[in-house]
């Protein structure tokens, strides 16, 4: 069968428990799937048994490329980590940036499905279409950053690495995978890789992804680059001058992702939530800013703890702490010195190896306020999602969010992405905070062209929410199948059209071009659907039925709503584009 363009055409499939390796063709599922979490959906609902638990050798580990990785300038390199994840008990999902994937490319395959279980801790060799399990016994309770460059050191610079620290080889429920370039995945997938007794995969490749019309691609390379210049830095209370700009393999033109260089030499990446997660508790210890809170985050790389699930866990520990509910006897952690590098430093190492507390908290928050009991769920049911993770981007600012934080087995951020981007730009516009272009008529404009109708973009009635979020859902979901990164795409706004309107139809025309398919903008949203549809019969088929799951947290109803991720006012365009607050009170709610 000839490798359709875009493609390695082969899926590299691994056995742990016999060590038998074989390939399965891409072109199987190309078609209807595409790639990405298209792909690894599609293996989990024919290869996973429902009854399978997260850790058993049935559970597949399915790490998935899409046909745009590998190919420079569209930043179309990310890759997916899927499987049946100890979080839920059910499937969940997670991307990556960096190159890992763009070399899974290059060594000659599309992805990898991992399924059964050593009997003793392995990585994985894949050098150019060469494939070898190799015993890492010496790397046993290693962090995910040690074992990245050691095997490295040991192989070839020109390898890149992907790792679990302790906390996927302890099966911490939270735990991460660890790329090149800090790239992380988390909601526990670390953990069903340490569960297979998989310390690693190391891959390099020479070969290089054909595209089916390179002209069209010159083209549309050319277009994105000019529709989506470099974002400004991510703000930052650390000296701007130890910050350099760090750009994803094919990436278009960058966004904040960055590497910071500490003053004991120490770097790594830069970016989001992970960048900042302590580093208000670190300011209000030390009384000033410090690099404690990027030390934090390279611990939990290290470690391979998940940034969003152990901030919820700090504030849940802290409230319990000032209420008496838990000691630093009983515990053995710090916890009147939280915020400091000691605090974070002993939590990681004691939830990564199971010690004493560690143990509690090692299956999550929300397991966690179940073992220590006393009501102790009271003090974050405000403050998480039902995964674990803090709900940023809330139901009840953004309305459309709530619907996709509803269905869906964890935080959905490229999602919630394609509302609150511009939803923020528009806030931060009007409030006179950043002078930018995300007008109420820009915003509407975008709500009609992207969401089906301009009251999409009215976020002081629930009318048109059920539609725009359907629209994303389908958009969103095709995004994960080429895996075009959610920092470049969709590229909704532009500061360079006449309207400041972006593009829906340019993924099409990248998986088009790229592949040879004729699938157009509809065609492509239909992939999308499907996807999601397939994501649904595996959580249904997984126990996740009804409005049990399909739900918003209880404090959506309950709890005064006081701000949100860079809209402190809760201030969000209403009918025709009039700044409309959404802030509720406990006072509003109790009248
Ligand atoms: S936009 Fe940022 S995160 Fe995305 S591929 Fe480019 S550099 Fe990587």
Same mark, same amino acid.
């Given at each position: 069968?000839?490798?359709?363009?875009?493609?390695?055409?082969?899926?590299?499939?691994?056995?742990?428990?016999?060590?038998?390796?074989?390939?399965?063709?891409?072109?199987?599922?190309?078609?209807?799937?595409?790639?990405?979490?298209?792909?690894?959906?599609?293996?989990?609902?024919?290869?996973?048994?429902?009854?399978?638990?997260?850790?058993?050798?049935?559970?597949?580990?399915?790490?998935?490329?899409?046909?745009?990785?590998?190919?420079?300038?569209?930043?179309?390199?990310?890759?997916?980590?899927?499987?049946?994840?100890?979080?839920?008990?059910?499937?969940?999902?997670?991307?990556?940036?960096?190159?890992?994937?763009?070399?899974?490319?290059?060594?000659?395959?599309?992805?990898?499905?991992?399924?059964?279980?050593?009997?003793?801790?392995?990585?994985?060799?894949?050098?150019?279409?060469?494939?070898?399990?190799?015993?890492?016994?010496?790397?046993?309770?290693?962090?995910?950053?040690?074992?990245?460059?050691?095997?490295?050191?040991?192989?070839?610079?020109?390898?890149?690495?992907?790792?679990?620290?302790?906390?996927?080889?302890?099966?911490?429920?939270?735990?991460?995978?660890?790329?090149?370039?800090?790239?992380?995945?988390?909601?526990?997938?670390?953990?069903?890789?340490?569960?297979?007794?998989?310390?690693?995969?190391?891959?390099?490749?020479?070969?290089?992804?054909?595209?089916?019309?390179?002209?069209?691609?010159?083209?549309?390379?050319?277009?994105?680059?000019?529709?989506?210049?470099?974002?400004?830095?991510?703000?930052?209370?650390?000296?701007?001058?130890?910050?350099?700009?760090?750009?994803?393999?094919?990436?278009?033109?960058?966004?904040?992702?960055?590497?910071?260089?500490?003053?004991?030499?120490?770097?790594?990446?830069?970016?989001?939530?992970?960048?900042?997660?302590? $580093? &208000?508790?670190? +300011?209000?210890?030390?009384?000033? #800013?410090? /690099?404690?809170?990027?030390?934090? *985050?390279?611990?939990?790389?290290?470690?391979?703890?998940?940034?969003?699930?152990?901030?919820?866990?700090?504030?849940?520990?802290?409230?319990?702490?000032?209420?008496?509910?838990?000691?630093?006897?009983?515990?053995?952690?710090?916890?009147?010195?939280?915020?400091?590098?000691?605090?974070?430093?002993?939590?990681?190492?004691?939830?990564?190896?199971?010690?004493?507390?560690?143990?509690?908290?090692?299956?999550?928050?929300?397991?966690?306020?179940?073992?220590?009991?006393?009501?102790?769920?009271?003090?974050?049911?405000?403050?998480?999602?039902?995964?674990?993770?803090?709900?940023?981007?809330?139901?009840?600012?953004?309305?459309?969010?709530?619907?996709?934080?509803?269905?869906?087995?964890?935080?959905?951020?490229?999602?919630?992405? $394609? &509302?609150?981007? +511009?939803?923020?730009?528009?806030? #931060?516009? /009007?409030?006179?905070?950043?002078? *930018?272009?995300?007008?109420?008529?820009?915003?509407?404009?975008?709500?009609?062209?992207?969401?089906?109708?301009?009251?999409?973009?009215?976020?002081?009635?629930?009318?048109?929410?059920?539609?725009?979020?359907?629209?994303?859902?389908?958009?969103?979901?095709?995004?994960?199948?080429?895996?075009?990164?959610?920092?470049?795409?969709?590229?909704?706004?532009?500061?360079?059209?006449?309207?400041?309107?972006?593009?829906?139809?340019?993924?099409?025309?990248?998986?088009?071009?790229?592949?040879?398919?004729?699938?157009?903008?509809?065609?492509?949203?239909?992939?999308?659907?499907?996807?999601?549809?397939?994501?649904?019969?595996?959580?249904?088929?997984?126990?996740?039925?009804?409005?049990?799951?399909?739900?918003?947290?209880?404090?959506?109803?309950?709890?005064?709503?006081?701000?949100?991720?860079?809209?402190?006012?809760?201030?969000?365009?209403?009918?025709?584009?009039?700044?409309?607050?959404?802030?509720?009170?406990?006072?509003?709610?109790?009248?």
């Amino acid at each position: 069968m000839p490798t359709r363009k875009g493609y390695a055409g082969k899926i590299l499939r691994v056995n742990l428990s016999t060590g038998d390796i074989t390939n399965i063709p891409t072109e199987t599922y190309a078609e209807r799937f595409i790639g990405g979490r298209g792909i690894a959906a599609k293996i989990h609902w024919d290869e996973v048994p429902k009854e399978a638990g997260p850790f058993d050798p049935e559970n597949r580990l399915v790490i998935m490329t899409g046909p745009v990785a590998g190919v420079p300038g569209l930043a179309g390199s990310r890759w997916q980590v899927s499987g049946k994840s100890p979080v839920f008990n059910q499937f969940s999902y997670c991307n990556l940036g960096g190159s890992w994937g763009a070399q899974l490319k290059f060594a000659g395959f599309d992805g990898i499905v991992i399924h059964g279980k050593s009997d003793k801790l392995l990585y994985l060799m894949i050098d150019n279409g060469k494939v070898e399990l190799k015993d890492a016994s010496s790397l046993k309770g290693k962090g995910a950053i040690f074992t990245r460059e050691k095997l490295k050191e040991e192989l070839d610079e020109s390898f890149r690495v992907v790792a679990i620290g302790p906390a996927g080889e302890n099966m911490v429920s939270f735990s991460t995978l660890l790329a090149d370039a800090d790239s992380s995945g988390g909601n526990g997938l670390g953990s069903v890789m340490g569960s297979k007794n998989l310390k690693a995969i190391a891959v390099r490749g020479k070969g290089k992804v054909e595209v089916a019309d390179k002209e069209k691609v010159r083209e549309l390379r050319k277009k994105v680059r000019e529709l989506k210049p470099p974002p400004g830095a991510w703000p930052t209370l650390l000296p701007e001058e130890n910050l350099k700009k760090s750009i994803c393999f094919g990436c278009i033109n960058g966004c904040m992702r960055a590497d910071y260089t500490a003053a004991n030499g120490q770097s790594g990446k830069y970016i989001c939530q992970s960048a900042v997660f302590y $580093e &208000i508790r670190a +300011q209000r210890y030390y009384g000033e #800013a410090s /690099e404690v809170s990027f030390k934090a *985050n390279k611990l939990c790389d290290d470690y391979g703890v998940d940034t969003r699930s152990i901030e919820t866990m700090i504030m849940w520990l802290s409230r319990c702490h000032k209420t008496g509910v838990i000691s630093e006897e009983e515990t053995g952690l710090p916890l009147s010195k939280l915020g400091s590098l000691e605090f974070i430093e002993t939590l990681l190492e004691k939830i990564s190896f199971r010690d004493g507390f560690g143990d509690v908290l090692a299956d999550g928050t929300i397991k966690a306020t179940q073992r220590v009991g006393q009501n102790s769920e009271q003090y974050i049911t405000d403050y998480m999602a039902k995964s674990g993770e803090n709900p940023v981007y809330g139901a009840r600012l953004y309305l459309t969010t709530g619907l996709l934080y509803a269905v869906e087995p964890r935080l959905p951020i490229q999602q919630l992405h $394609e &509302i609150s981007s +511009q939803a923020l730009m528009w806030a #931060a516009q /009007e409030t006179g905070l950043r002078d *930018n272009y995300m007008t109420s008529k820009v915003f509407r404009a975008i709500a009609k062209k992207f969401w089906g109708d301009e009251i999409c973009a009215d976020f002081s009635t629930y009318e048109g929410k059920a539609m725009s979020a359907a629209r994303v859902q389908d958009r969103q979901y095709a995004k994960e199948t080429l895996i075009v990164c959610d920092f470049s795409w969709p590229i909704i706004h532009s500061p360079v059209t006449e309207d400041h309107v972006g593009d829906p139809s340019l993924e099409s025309q990248v998986l088009e071009a790229v592949t040879g398919m004729d699938i157009g903008e509809q065609g492509l949203y239909k992939v999308g659907e499907r996807v999601l549809n397939l994501q649904r019969a595996i959580l249904a088929r997984e126990g996740h039925v009804g409005r049990e799951y399909d739900t918003i947290e209880e404090f959506n109803f309950t709890v005064g709503l006081r701000g949100d991720y860079g809209n402190p006012n809760c201030l969000v365009p209403g009918k025709d584009g009039e700044p409309f607050p959404r802030m509720w009170t406990e006072m509003s709610l109790k009248r």
